[in-house]
């Protein structure tokens, strides 16, 4: 079901100030700043929609806001400019009605915005389809491209549109946009060459600049630093919140939707490049000879790359710029233009420049968005102008925008007058009159075609001879000086002659806002709006593509004398084209009204609220609304919306709504002066009359609703404790089975329990019995083996000896022994006394005898050996002992002669005949017989002796001849000296005194020396008388008699020299050394 609503629901302050009670300047503040501070921007008077700039975003322009007000009624909803563009396009679509929205309002109050959202909701509400949205996004696209070339940062706006914009959105019958048309007013031109402190020039010189590639930039001549130009402001270049560089992407990018060329573009673009050059150049004075000053261009390159850019030919222009021709009927008169005159002509060009592009970008856009059939349209028209201005200073152009609005203001009475006669007529009401003020005098003393201002003003521009400001003000004095809206301190009405704050150059216009103070400095001037022609037919000879159409009067073929009409007479004529057209269609308005002017949000300045309150005429607004009905309602929704009010109507009335609101009257006592019954609509006369309506109807919704509210509550109680009692009987059933099988799985786990227990008793019982039936059968079986054993042994004992076990012990020893014998036996070893093997033993036990019977065997087996030898061969094996007792480990030659047999008798010389006379010689048997070496006792050389040894002697006799040379008997031998080494020298030793020793000691050596000393040895132990023996001496330094001296034999290790043989050499006196080559290993 639809839920209707009203404006009247959920009010913040009254939506609609027609029902403001009392109705007071205050009141009103009061109701806009209440509204205003709960974010409620819009507000009604009647059908005038007052908007607040927030300044700053509110979340009411999402696409559900528009789903919500669309197709909706203007009053059902809280105020909105959406309910205003909705009502408009569905009386458009749906009542063939044309519209027009006038939005007005001062600097920065949300005109432009206000316009874009209307353009938006329609663009949203309106039909869809592929050519249909290409036609509204050409038309929403036109915006940007258009606020770049006429909007600027001023004091007041951050994007101030410089220029009146209308613009018609043409619909099809099905309300689908088929195009559109604009009309610009008044750009704001003389912006383009200078401008008011902390403002900018347009915004499109910013953006080209910052936003524009290097290579555009080089292409236009341009630098990007805005310091190079002069006709740029530098204080304000940059704008928080506004990118400049990204705003001519998106400006270049509409353009190219709109459907601009790209070559229209860089047309547009250079004539912008040939402004900034423009204001680069610079004059400077030079004199001539009849002392006139002519102006001369001083830095020629900026004039020559406008040229460039433009297609002029630099002489021309210069020449524009020094001369002026003025041509009269006949003649032509050439004068030089003074450095003032260049420089105002040369803003002039810029101006007109700039204005006429602006123009053109105009009819271009038209040219793309225009409707491409000719069939009838439907037109929705908004005017997006500006507001009433007043200013400390007011000039022409406020003059001029003040007119507008008094036109607006007029169109406006009577728009709305006409609809409310309209509607009382319709709804067949009687008409009472109604009392406002009716502007129309005001618009009379500006435009009057006789003695208006304009008129005046327009004589003055065109009359010849000397026109000031000053003679256009004394005319005004004379002309207007009656009026009563006219005053001015040097009228004839002498009213006005002490009125201080009346300056003597202005005059000052009572508008139906307020009172306007003009300055009439530079009215002539800008109402002529002079461009000297020399410059136009200069601008016209460029070959830039678009300079000819700007500048049409410059072509030379169609010079036309007659003067250009005047800037006040193009406005007005305009402004009279825009109130024709405004008149045939039905008009919605939108008053913008800007809360601070520190551009905040949340800012509410009364003072400044209140000023334009009042020059908005809202209080006229309210007034002209309340005249008549404050308030009509449809019989339908103000029956639906009051029925509760009386017991008949509530809460179904059966029957025509008319009747049911009758009914509801006359039960509510509703005094019948205070409304009146239309064909459709009731018609209140005052707002009290609604209120109480309301404030009735306010408490019985609140009876309803504590009504509703108990019913609800009730009813709601009620299923709730249904609901909880059937939840019981659940839960209780679930509880009762859950408890139940608790209950169970005890009693379950208790009887396995009781049963475990019981089950595990009888089995220890059983197992126990059967740990004793068994333990019973061991017992008897052990006390059967007990028993049999007993008797066994009983029985066996007289087979048994009480040692037996020693027995067997000695048994198994000897048998062991007797194995272990014969195994011995069996494994002994050969009789050689060398073999080392023995068997090994076969117990441990057995170390002991098994070490003592190898000793044993060895020594039988030696003695078996010994057995084996003969007489003599026991005596050389005696020899033998006796030697090694001497020698071993002693004597290093000692090693070397074990394996060598002692012969004894080496020369054989008893067998020998060579040796028979020496054998003679000698009496006792010859016991060793050998070749020695002799040392002489002087040089130590040797000489070869026999050696000869018997029992008794020791003899030497000479080799060759056997001649004896010395005998020694052996008791004068009292020691033989050996070395330690390897050597076969010996000294002997006689006793000091004996016959043998007076030449001295001998010192001899032999190749048999072992065997020589030990016989020696053994004999001279044996010759001793009394049993001494001889002495061995071995040590390698000894001391031997030689005559009186004795001397030291020492015997050194030498390296081998001459064979292996030992050498002496008598070293001194006392030292004979013996060298003993070292043995080799
Ligand atoms: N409804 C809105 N919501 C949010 N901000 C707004 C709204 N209306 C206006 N503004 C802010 O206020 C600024 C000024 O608005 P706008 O340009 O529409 O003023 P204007 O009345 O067109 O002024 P001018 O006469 O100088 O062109 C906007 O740039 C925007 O920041
Ligand atoms: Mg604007």
Known sequence: MEVKTSLLDNMIGVGDMVLLEPLSEDSFLENLKKRFDHNEIYTYIGSVVISMNPYRSLPIYSPEKVEEYRNRNFYELSPHIYAL????????????????????????????????????????????????????EQLLQSNPVLEAFGNAKTVRNDNSSRFGKYMDIEFDFKGDPLGGVISNYLLEKSR?????????????????????????????????DFSKYNYLSLDSAVVNGLDDATSFRTVKNAMQIVGFMEDEIRSVLELVAAVLKLGNIEFKP????????????????????????????????????????????????????????????????????????????????????????????????????????????NSFEQFIINYCNEKLQ????????????????????????????????????????????????????????????????DKLNTVCAEHQHFESRLSKNSKFLNDHSLPHSCFRIQHYAGKVLYCVEGFVDKNNDLLYRDLSQAMFKATHSLMKELFPEGNPSKVNLKRPPTAGSQFKSSV??????????????????????????????ASLVCHQVRYLGLMENVRVRRAGYAFRQPYGPCLERYKMLCKRTWPHWRGPAREGVEVLMADLQVPTEEFSYGRSK???????TLFFLEERRRQCLQDLATLIQKIYRGWKCRTHFLLLKKSQVVVAAWYRRYAQQKKYQRIKSATTVVQSYARGWQARKLLRELKHQKRCE????????????????????????????????????????????LGVKSGLPSMSPVDKNWPARPYRFLDAAHAQLRSIFHLWRCKKYRSQFSQERKAVYQEKLEASELFKDKKSLYPSSVSQPFKGDYLEISKNPKYQKLNSCVEEKVLLADVVNKINRANGKGASRILLLTKKNVV??????????????????????????????????????????????????????????????????TASDDGEQLDINISDEFLVQFKQDKVCVKFIQAAPKNGNSASCKRKNNRLLEVSVPAATA
């Open 192 to 224: 383009v060459v200078k401008q008011p402190r902390g403002e900018r020039n347009f915004h499109i010189f910013y953006q080209l600049l910052s936003g524009a590639s290097d290579d555009t930039l080089k292409k236009l001549k341009l630098d990007r």
């Open 956 to 1021: 030497l006799a000479d080799q060759k001849t056997g001649q004896v040379k010395a005998s020694v008997a052996l008791p004068d031998l009292i020691s033989v000296s050996v070395s330690t080494q390897n050597d076969g020298f010996f000294a002997l030793k006689l006793k000091e005194g004996s016959a043998s020793a007076v030449k001295g000691d001998f010192l001899l050596s032999s190749e048999h020396l072992i065997e020589t000393i030990t016989k020696l040895h053994h004999i001279g132990s």
């Open 410 to 473: 007029q169109i406006f009475i009577e728009l709305t007058l006409r609809e409310e006669q309209e509607e009382y007529i319709r709804e067949g009401i009687e008409w009472t009159n109604i009392e406002y003020f009716n502007n129309a005098v005001i618009c009379d003393l500006i435009e009057n075609n006789q003695n208006g201002i304009m008129a005046m003003l327009d004589e003055e521009c065109l009359r010849p001879g000397t026109v000031t400001d000053e003679t256009f003000l």
């Open 286 to 393: 030079e004199s001539r000879c009849n002392d006139t000053d002519e102006s001369r261009v001083r830095d020629k390159n900026d004039l020559k790359e406008m040229c460039e850019l433009l297609g002029i030919e630099q002489t021309v222009l210069e020449r524009a710029f020094s001369y002026r021709t003025v041509e009269a009927k006949l003649e032509k008169v050439s004068t030089t233009l003074n450095v003032a005159q260049a420089y105002y002509a040369r803003d002039a060009l810029a101006k007109n420049l700039y204005s006429r592009l602006f123009s053109w970008l105009v009819t271009r856009i038209n040219e793309s968005i225009k409707a491409q059939t000719k069939s009838r349209h439907k037109v929705m028209g908004v005017l997006d102008i500006y507001g009433f201005e007043i200013f400390e200073d």
């Open 682 to 688: 009731i018609f209140i006369r005052n707002p009290r």
């Open 85 to 136: 563009a909705d009502e408009a396009y569905r009386s458009l679509r749906d009542q063939d009605k044309d519209q027009c929205i006038l939005i007005t309002g001062e600097s920065g109050s949300g005109k432009t915005e206000a316009s874009k959202l209307v353009m938006s909701y329609v663009a949203a509400v309106c039909g869809k389809g592929q050519e249909v949205n290409k036609v509204k």
């Open 576 to 605: 009279g084209t825009l109130m024709k057209n405004l008149q045939t269609k039905n008009p919605n308005y939108i008053r913008c009204i800007k809360p601070n002017d520190k551009k905040a949000a949340h800012i509410f300045t």
């Open 778 to 821: 061991e017992a008897v079986t052990t006390i059967a083996a007990y028993w049999h054993g007993t008797q066994v042994r009983r029985e066996y004992r007289k087979f048994f000896r009480a040692n037996a076990g020693k027995k067997i012990y000695n048994f198994t020893i000897q048998r062991i022994m007797q194995k272990y014998f």
